[in-house]
């Protein structure tokens, strides 16, 4: 019955190993960034990010580091659970000597960090979550935001879509947060653009438990001139199985959030569908210009071309770099400061930290999709700068009440 | 019209796959009483073993060889599961071999990904049936009609199997009653792995069916383990007909609800389930369970007795090392004890349930996350003080468990079990849905406590008293006259009622005591993270509380804590390697086979006969020598 003892000792064993000593921050040692992922959970995408990271870690360690010091990445798999997110952004923080956190995929887990970084003043770069509230309703001081966000990248469909002159459309989004923002924001725009137009269906899929066939009887039922899609992954090839083989896209344009990443497009091999607008990464066509040297580095390093989520990893390490160099130090005030308005040579570009919401103006590739060797492309694309798809500052502090 | 018969076409066509996954479930169960819970993963090799087949066989006859080879494959792996790793804990305690399998669950992950990689496969088309046919004018996939087809003759071949050759005989002997199929002379080792083989093949043979519907992908095993479940439970555990009729139920039921309420897709299998076991409390084709039918396997249980002085020492000097922590441990040191200690209540509040009441309940993190959401939300939307929260959190969950409770002790056994799992869904579902309210799946941000508590240190101490408080108060409860009556209802319903003891109420309060712990860790976890999600409700989080207890020991006072306690422990190191599903899933079904009755029981035996501690054999020795 010696229970509590038996459970202490364990304890004492965890608590031990986990405070196995590790050198403090001195200042001429590496300076130390916590990447929190979901390495398991989302494998497909986690890995081609990290390899961005650690492409560009290489880089710019090989021309010196960051105010003379190595920049080293200490990466650490959540198992997509926020609370454990929260638990290991603590141990990157008061153990491991991290400055700053960076990572997630995972909406949720990124608001969990975010919120545990206002709360005790840790800085966190939220690099690829996408929900809006992250930098608006739920914004804090302390958290900034890589990626174009779900409403930025919803304004440029939404944009293409007005312009295309259909007026009823139906919209099919997973079941969950991101779904219903992408929705709301494409609603909101579209409509703003074109008041003419009418949603004559929502469908509304559990995430990766999509029933496609379903699906596609009840959009069809409608009778929509356009189709919006957020499904990704397991579900998108589902519905596109479906959808094609019953002629729910005959005629009809689809705009496609996401849709043509090489992340969700590459799966779906020459099934892919043809003709979708889509926002996504067209790495094959990128020649010129910073994203085509990183394309380019890229596959030179690895043999493997790079995926959205690796340039996504490549412009982390790029913008925290630059906030340090601009910080000029490792205190926390000091890289917050540094990353309002800073301004970062990325690999897609000039990009801004906006200082009014901590969004980033990195912008997406807008373009349609079509067939070429047996593979899904984007054909005709164009970067769109993701500066011009935010709302007025005016409507940005109202969506932002920590301001 | 055409579209309703499209929409049956489709429904009836999904229903495919779905009835042989559950069919071989259902199996399972009826004969050898395992919930097996990687009845998922065994669906999913069989989706990427078929792909990989597909792509060596060629033609029509490759595809379909594929499917049927990837069937006989899995089911081979199945079969070699059950000798490796379930034969040896037949005799453990009820329900202890899903920790078994919950191992195997995270085995097969990473082995699938080391072996498949990261990227989702699309399912290869079935040769000669890509496209439609017009049906009133409306298109049906070709596929759906071949699977219209298909589906009937799996489930006749089965039924024929089961019902006109020996082989059938035995197992439907075996599923009304095993231990006189053994008495009578049947191997029944061999017709266990016989039965799992078959019923982890038919798993196989369902995945790798849906290939041309979408493909294989490493979410694919927990994704269609809650449906495989509500199909079961609404057929009657153990009824093939059942399944067939509950599989098409659902899924024509999904179709029109994707149609007509499309918000609806979450919650609908588990309305239907919750009403169906309103109306059947064991399912379609289900029959009671007979009291005692299965309970007792294994030695019979030893009574617990309040700890000795030598014991209360021990367990004040480990609080009082713990407490000094903050002297000598890091700042991180006492984040990690405040997460350990959280979950060793919750876990403490799980087994207070299974191990006084004896009831299994698969939906407790509904309590837990309940807690942490009551909390949440009266900080979010009423802007309360967070002392007032916290106190409202561990009351809200006691009565959502007294509303549940109420429900679900209309059943008993493993239905009961499945019934708290489908409020638990439904709690969780109106949590993920309901937006405005709840945030859905992005959670509810920013609930930290109150300026006073907010120290890590302090909060330390608070969850520190609270957890431990909370322990020792279930722990007290075991041994006060309620503690009694819960255990004498546990072990004989019939004995205990004629003793004037109100069973069912007992129990109700039982469920709520549980729940409102529960609740309490919940509350202490929001407080501690600042954010609270649906996964706090989740069946993952469910499962985490489930296998730590039957780790640490149903059977014993303690098992509860010290499971919880090693668990999370072990997660933390453990979780630093890359494959640590695997090393995790291997530790654990290693920990199941050696130690059958938990970590607790199975340490206790062992110092017993080393002599380390007095058991009752020695007891009753000196007993006899004092009274000669």
Redesign the interface.
């Known amino acids: ?8 000792t ?6 031990a ?3 196995a000593p590790f050198a403090a921050t001195a200042q001429d040692g590496p300076i130390i960034v916590g990447e929190i992922n979901h ?2 959970r989302m ?2 995408f986690a ?1 081609p990010y990290k390899m961005g990271i650690e492409l560009a870690l290489e880089e710019i360690n090989a021309a010196g580091g960051v105010m003379g010091r190595p920049l080293e990445f200490i990466f ?2 959540d ?1 997509g ?3 454990e997110a ?2 290991i952004a ?2 990157l923080m ?2 491991d000597g991290a400055v700053m956190i960076t990572g997630t995929i995972l ?2 887990v990124g ?2 960090i ?3 970084a ?2 005790k003043g840790y800085v966190y770069l939220a690099s690829e979550p996408l ?1 809006d ?1 992250l930098v608006w309703a ?1 914004g ?1 001081d302390y958290t900034f935001r890589l990626r174009s966000s779900t409403y930025m990248q919803a304004a440029m469909l939404a944009e293409e879509a007005a312009a295309s002159g259909a007026t009823k459309f139906a919209t099919i989004a997973p ?3 991101y779904g ?1 923002d992408a929705v709301a924001a494409f609603k909101e725009v579209l409509t703003e653009l074109n008041p003419d137009v009418e949603f004559v ?6 995430l ?2 999509i ?5 596609v ?2 959009i069809e ?1 409608a009778k929509p001139d356009a189709i919006y899609n957020v499904t990704f ?2 579900d998108l ?2 519905l596109v ?2 959808g094609g ?3 729910l896209f005959d005629g009809r344009t689809v705009y496609g959030l996401l849709s043509g990443e090489p992340e969700y497009l ?4 020459d ?1 892919a569908p043809e003709g979708w607008v889509v926002t996504g990464f067209p790495w094959y066509d990128l020649e010129d210009g910073p994203d085509g040297a990183f394309v380019k580095a890229y596959q030179e390093r690895y043999d493997d071309y790079p995926r959205l989520g690796s340039i996504v990893g490549y412009m982390t390490v790029q913008s925290i770099a630059a906030a340090l160099e601009r910080a000029g130090s490792t205190e926390t005030d000091a890289i917050r400061e540094a990353f309002k308005g800073l301004e970062v040579a990325s690999a897609m570009g000039d990009i801004t930290f906006r200082a009014i919401d901590h969004q980033a103006t990195m912008g997406a590739y807008v373009g349609t999709t079509a067939l070429r060797d047996g593979k899904g492309v984007m054909v005709d694309w164009e970067y769109k700068y993701g500066g011009d798809y935010l709302p007025s500052d005016e409507k940005v502090m109202e969506l932002r009440p920590g301001n | 019209m055409g ?1 309703f018969i ?2 049956l076409i ?2 009836l ?2 229903a495919g796959a779905l009835f042989m996954v559950a069919s071989g479930l259902s199996l399972i169960f009826g004969v050898t009483r395992i919930v097996n819970f990687a009845h998922g993963s065994f669906y999913m090799l069989g989706a990427y073993i078929g792909y990989t087949l597909m792509q060596v066989l060629p033609g029509a006859v490759g595809f379909w060889g594929a499917i049927l080879l990837a069937g006989i494959a899995v089911g081979v792996i199945g079969m070699l599961v059950e000798i490796l790793v379930l034969r040896p804990v037949y005799r453990a305690p009820e329900l202890f071999q899903l920790v078994a399998t919950f191992g195997v669950i995270l085995v097969v992950a990473d082995l699938t ?1 080391m072996i498949w990689g ?5 399912g290869p088309r079935a040769p000669g049936l ?3 046919i017009r049906i009133m004018g ?2 049906v ?1 070709k596929y ?1 009609i071949a699977l219209l087809v298909i589906t009937p003759i799996v489930a006749l071949l089965l039924w024929y199997l089961i019902a006109r050759t020996r082989v059938g005989v035995l197992v439907r002997a075996a599923t009304q009653d095993r231990e006189m199929v053994g008495a009578l002379g049947v191997n029944q080792a061999w017709l266990f792995t016989g039965v799992f083989a078959l019923g982890c093949g038919l798993a196989g043979l369902g995945g790798a069916l849906q290939l041309p ?3 294989a ?3 694919m095993d927990f ?1 269609i383990l809650t ?1 495989v479940f509500v199909v079961v439970v609404i057929g009657g555990m153990g009824s093939l007909p059942g399944a067939y009729l509950a599989a098409v139920i659902i899924s024509v039921v ?3 609800g ?2 007509y309420l ?2 609806s ?2 919650v609908l299998i588990f309305v239907v389930m919750v009403l169906v076991l309103m109306i059947r409390p064991y399912g379609l084709f289900g029959r009671p369970e007979v009291a005692g039918e299965h309970g007792q396997v294994g030695e019979p249980e030893k009574p617990i007795r309040p ?2 002085t030598q ?1 209360r020492l ?2 004040a ?3 009082a ?2 407490a000094a ?1 903050p002297l000598y ?5 006492q ?3 405040t ?2 200690l959280i979950f ?1 209540l919750f876990a403490a509040s799980l087994h207070f349930l299974m191990g006084l009441s004896g009831l299994v309940s698969f939906g407790h993190a509904a309590y837990f996350g309940g807690g942490a959401y009551v909390a949440a939300l009266i900080v979010t939307h009423s802007n309360s003080p967070m002392e007032l929260a916290f106190v409202l959190a561990p009351i809200g969950a006691g009565l959502g468990a007294l509303i549940i409770g109420w429900v679900c002790l209309r059943l008993t056994g493993v239905y009961f079990a499945m019934l708290t799992l489908a409020f638990a869904q439904l709690l969780w579902s109106l949590v ?2 309901w ?1 405005e309210v709840t ?5 509810l ?4 406590p109150a300026d006073w508590l ?1 120290d890590t240190t302090v909060f330390f101490y608070l969850a520190l008293i609270l957890c431990i408080g909370g322990i020792l108060a279930m722990r007290h409860v075991a041994h006060s006259p309620f503690g009694y009556a819960l255990r004498a209802g546990r072990d004989s319903d019939r004995r205990a009622e004629a003793t004037g003891i109100n069973v069912k109420r007992v129990q109700w309060l039982g469920f709520g005591f549980a729940g409102m712990m529960a609740g309490l860790a919940g509350g202490l ?1 929001v407080f501690s ?3 609270v ?1 649906p ?2 409700m989740e069946i993952a989080r469910s499962f985490d509380a489930l296998i730590v207890v039957f780790l640490g020991g149903v059977k014993t ?2 098992g509860g ?2 499971g919880a ?2 668990f ?3 997660e ?2 453990i ?2 390697f ?1 494959y ?2 695997l090393i995790l899933g291997l530790l654990i079904i290693f920990v199941v086979i050696v130690m059958p009755e938990g970590i ?1 029981g199975t ?2 035996k062992w110092a017993e006969r080393a002599g380390w ?1 007095r058991g009752e054999e020695t007891r009753k020795r000196k007993a006899r020598e004092e009274a000669a």
């Open positions: 019955m010696k229970r509590k003892t038996f459970l202490k364990l304890m004492g064993a965890a608590v190993v986990t405070m390495y398991k494998a497909a890995g650490r798999d198992q659970e926020p609370g929260v638990k603590e141990e008061t153990r909406s949720n608001l969990a975010s919120s545990l206002g709360e929900a509230s739920s804090n079941n969950y947060a219903k269906a929502e469908q509304w899929p559990a990766f438990k029933d496609a066939g379903a699906e009887q009840a039922r992954g397991t090839a589902k199985r479906e083989d019953r002629g590459d799966p779906l091999g099934e | 579209l499209a929409q489709t429904g066509a999904n990904l990261p990227e989702d496969l699309l890509r496209g439609v409306e298109p996939p759906d519907k979408g493909g992908d490493l979410l994704n449906a999904n179709v029109f994707v149609t499309p918000q897709t979450l700890a000795g014991v021990l367990v000097a480990g609080i090392t713990l922590l441990g890091s700042s991180f040191s984040v990690l004890a997460d350990i060793c993920f849905q937006g945030g859905g799946d992005d959670g941000v920013n609930i930290w907010n976890f993270k600042g954010s999600f996964n706090e006072l303690a804590v010290v306690a090693t999370k422990g072990l933390e190191v979780t630093r890359e640590w599903r607790v340490a206790r501690l």
